[in-house]
């Protein structure tokens, strides 16, 4: 009779905690994301085209150092890190006029969880501008290849599927509700993963000339720093 008390118990016990656990886990769910950065004013167009922007200037470097270590971040990190194919490659050196430009193709994850992913592909153009001590990064010219064939082997053939360009896709008429007070069902949440993904892309490209910086200063002093170690190209 004591056993079973207890395996009764525990049980309780049990429930109670795995209970706490789905009240946890649903209520990090939803509070993990600030959708409200992502409503009107996140996207922004030029000239009628979706563009990201971002400008940043680069103190005690010379401007063949700063190209050389821009270019390396997008060979190594969006080109060396996109799917393989035509569509991922280097546009353009910037040895001309200073402008660099790369052509992406990455995967985008919406939701993955055990035998189920929500993906797709995610196109965009990345260029960069270096001037002086100044630095000018625009992501444009994206869309989205959503819901492909999927082959025997269960694998993505980049095939089929619909295809989605961000001015009529993630641009405030579309990716927001009538009312602007919330994203859109089915294009919102390409909304908030696209600008989520090109300000990481920004951060990464800042952090780096960071860490560079700080590696400068160690060697004047002589003493060792401790940073993130990256794996960068850089033009002789």
Request: proline share 1%; with cysteine; glycine share 8%.
């Amino acid at each position: 009779m004591k056993n079973i008390t207890d395996m009764k118990r525990f049980a309780i016990v049990l429930l109670c905690a795995v209970c706490s656990l789905m009240s946890f886990g649903a209520k990090n769910k939803t509070d993990k994301i600030d959708y409200t950065k992502y409503l009107a004013g996140a996207v922004v167009e030029e000239n009628g085209i979706v563009t990201f922007t971002k400008t940043f200037s680069i103190k005690g470097m010379e401007e063949a150092q700063i190209r050389s270590l821009v270019l390396g971040y997008i060979k190594t990190t969006l080109v060396g890190g996109g799917i393989e194919g035509p569509r991922t490659r280097l546009v353009d050196d910037g040895k001309e006029d200073g402008t660099m430009v790369a052509r992406v193709e990455e995967w985008m994850v919406f939701k993955r969880a055990f035998a189920y992913l929500d993906a797709t592909r995610f196109r965009y153009t990345v260029t960069a501008k270096v001037e002086g001590n100044k630095v000018t990064m625009k992501i444009n010219q994206i869309s989205y290849l959503y819901d492909e064939k999927i082959d025997d082997e269960n694998k993505p053939t980049g095939e089929e599927g619909t295809v989605y360009v961000a001015e009529e896709w993630i641009d405030d008429a579309h990716g927001l509700n009538k009312k602007k007070t919330k994203l859109a069902k089915g294009s919102g949440k390409f909304r908030y993963r696209t600008c989520e993904r090109v300000e990481k892309i920004f951060d990464k490209m800042m952090d780096f000339f960071e860490d560079e910086a700080k590696q400068e200063e160690a060697k004047k002093q002589e003493k060792p720093v401790e940073v993130k170690k990256r794996k960068f190209i850089t033009e002789e």
